[in-house]
């Protein structure tokens, strides 16, 4: 059974009923057939119209939804040969960053994403895809691996934010933050970076300071969790929705205030509806989008980066 | 937008006294309660008298007792047209940025400052904590990365002392970016070779941490700062535990090998004088004499810092003017 989210009861009705009406008729029932085909055809111009207009609260939700397609998913889909490699050679192997190499469309290149799990037991392998600071250092580690062997780095970006507990705290969390933002923004190879999910504050940056960055349509990217921003400046968690709104976290606020890329459409009812053609979507964008760098050599790759993320937010400087 | 047309009017600020005489002659230690007479307070730089407490302190007076007999150079820094996002919660942010700038006569949470440290041309970025609580938006981010421009252009060591609880929430995701921004500030000092130290002062957290604070080539933090990435509320709730004794405290981060050292503000001067010193000068031979105004160009020098940034070994003859003269 598919989990639904709150905006999608008529929706969920009509896939119920679909489903129901297969089960029920045999193939040679032409008026079953008929009655299956007029209310696809329904439930398609429904979805349409629901995910074309989802509000940002709708978007949080979908970015989170359990059955969306995680950084597993699009590596399995997308990368050839993939071999996970481990550890940040200091403390720890932190699984809820998923690295390593792989061939992208004929090309060589090391993969680093965060995984949030798909069920209880993975949920807890990965931490929900809250990285401590080994996996920021794995990250900067794989990161080193790119520019030694002029491959590049394709980060897929799916995280509630880095893990705040005690060791985390102790061991320089914000180290490892600040220092893989450091180590990315130094690479002379070029860095594609997707927010595949959910963006979460400086959790996500520390893998997004890319040339290019993309984000799948209905994912979210924001400096701080919607919750987490209504409990602070409205001083109740139950203001999310407003602070959704408010924080501007949608991939089409976030292209509109150019500080993304590029967006990459989602199939109809969203990736988790057709995990397989998201992921080639993705695929393609991503393609597409580090073409002219492998063009470029090293320091112009470096400093086409550093202008990049320098311009943003200049527009409203005066 | 050419940065130096905005250097080009920088503002003398010989610093007399605070402007604002405080209404209340008694300040209150927020750590021992004592009250304490505020001359005596200003006199023991905000350090409460009692119990050693390190009280937060104005921007204008972190400068004022930095630099040599408290003369710097400001400089002008862009500020964001009204609010990017329209932002607002239970209020515009429009109007708390409105209500803040006039209150405090500043556009935002950071002043840039240039002037003498030991006689040492220096850069200094000093957050202030009461501009919405020193959080960092584009203003912010933009103040550190002029800061480095200025300090690379005068070949000088950069100083940060943030106070600051993490990015601006109201600036949403172009807040978030001020992390790779001022990180970008970072690199553009050690690709110049240049000494960029971090004095990390009462609170230190968020995306602040997670950037440019936690990259000085030295971290230094006053005693008893709280220093940290996650706040510990958050940390408590996630973990349902009570959190160890003096957590992200900054002797707590020197135990875990998080920072260099942890500096009573009486000894602050001092110590950052004596480590631009040893980045600066690399020989003993390259100290530059300081004359009353600490100002080496009055001496003859022509290379404000006396040192060679090539890192070519100076040559006797040619840094004999350098040398402190025995009269
Ligand atoms: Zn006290």
């Given at each position: 059974?598919?989990?639904h ?28 057939a ?8 329904r ?7 629901t ?9 949080v ?42 061939r ?6 090391v ?49 509630p934010g ?29 860095v ?76 109809v ?7 397989a053609?998201?992921i ?17 050599d ?21 | ?7 080009v ?67 002008e ?18 109007d ?28 200094v ?74 004095v ?25 700062a ?9 940390i ?46 690399k ?12 100002d080496p160009?009055a ?29």
């Open positions: 059974m598919l989990s989210l709150d905006f999608e009861q008529s929706i969920v009705e009509l896939e119920t009923k679909i489903e129901e009406l297969r089960h029920l008729g045999d193939a040679a029932n032409l008026k079953i008929g009655e299956v085909s007029r209310l696809e055809a439930l398609d111009r429904l979805l349409r119209q995910y074309a207009k989802l509000a940002p609260w709708q978007k939700q979908v970015a989170r939804h359990p059955r969306r397609p995680h950084c597993t998913d699009f590596i399995s889909g997308l990368i050839e040969g993939f071999t996970p490699l481990a550890g940040d050679r200091a403390f720890a192997d932190d699984e809820a960053i998923v690295g390593g190499l792989g992208f469309r004929g090309l060589s290149v993969v680093i994403g965060q995984e949030k799990g798909a069920d209880t037991d993975s949920r807890v392998k990965h931490n929900f895809g809250m990285a401590k600071p080994e996996g920021y250092r794995k990250a900067q580690r794989l990161m080193a691996v790119a520019e030694r062997f002029g491959l590049p780095v394709v980060t897929l970006v799916d995280t880095a893990y705040p507990g005690v060791g985390a705290e102790e061991r320089g969390q914000a180290e490892a933050i600040a220092r893989s933002i450091d180590v990315s923004l130094a690479l002379r190879v070029p594609v970076g997707t927010v595949i999910g959910e963006g979460g504050s400086g959790g996500a940056i520390a893998l997004a300071a890319a040339n290019s960055v993309l984000m799948l349509e209905h994912a979210i990217y924001s400096v701080i969790s919607p919750e987490g921003c209504a409990s602070i400046l409205w001083r109740s968690g139950e203001h999310a929705r407003d602070a959704a709104e408010a924080l501007k976290l949608t991939a089409a606020d976030l292209l509109h205030l150019k500080v993304i890329d590029e967006i990459v459409p989602e199939p009812g969203a990736a988790h509806r057709d995990p053609t998201a080639r979507h993705t695929g393609d964008a991503i393609e597409a989008a580090l073409k002219p760098f492998l063009a470029l090293g320091p112009a790759l470096k400093a086409r980066r550093r202008e990049k993320f320098l311009a943003i937010g200049s527009q409203f400087l005066i | 937008m050419n940065w130096l047309t905005n250097y009017r920088p503002k003398l600020r010989a610093l007399v006294r605070k402007p604002d005489v405080p209404d209340n002659l008694w300040v209150q230690c927020p750590s021992c309660e004592q009250m304490v007479f505020h001359r005596e307070m200003e006199a023991s730089l905000h350090v409460c008298p009692n119990c050693g407490h390190h009280l937060r302190l104005p921007a204008d007076r972190r400068l004022a007792i930095l630099f040599d007999d408290g003369v710097y150079q400001t400089i820094l862009p500020r964001i047209e009204a609010d990017p996002l329209k932002f607002r919660d239970r209020k515009r942010y429009g708390r940025l409105k209500e803040t700038r006039a209150k405090l006569g500043a556009d935002d949470a950071i002043r840039v400052a240039h002037g003498r440290l030991g006689g040492i041309g220096v850069v970025a000093v957050f202030e904590f009461g501009f919405m609580g020193g959080s960092m938006g584009i203003a912010v981010g933009e103040g550190l990365v002029r800061a480095a421009r200025l300090a690379v252009l005068q070949r000088a060591p950069l100083i940060v002392f943030p106070a600051s609880g993490g990015a601006r929430m109201q600036e949403g995701i172009l807040s978030l970016m001020q992390m790779p921004r001022s990180v970008i500030a970072v690199q553009e000092m050690r690709e110049a070779g240049l000494p960029y130290i971090v990390l002062t009462d609170p230190t957290t968020g995306g602040v941490t997670a950037s440019f604070a936690m990259l000085g080539d030295i971290a230094i933090a006053e005693p008893g709280v220093i940290g990435f996650a706040g510990a509320r958050v408590e709730d996630t973990i349902r535990q009570q959190l160890p004794a003096g957590f992200q405290r900054a002797e707590y981060l020197l135990d875990h090998g998080i920072i260099d050292m942890v500096v009573h503000r009486h000894k602050l001067r001092d110590t950052l004088i004596r480590l631009v010193d040893l980045l600066v000068n020989r003993a031979a390259d100290v530059v004499p300081i004359t009353a105004h600490g160009s001496n003859g020098a022509t290379r404000p810092n006396g040192a060679d940034r090539t890192g070519e070994p100076i040559p006797a003859e040619r840094s004999h003017d350098h040398r402190p003269r025995a009269d």
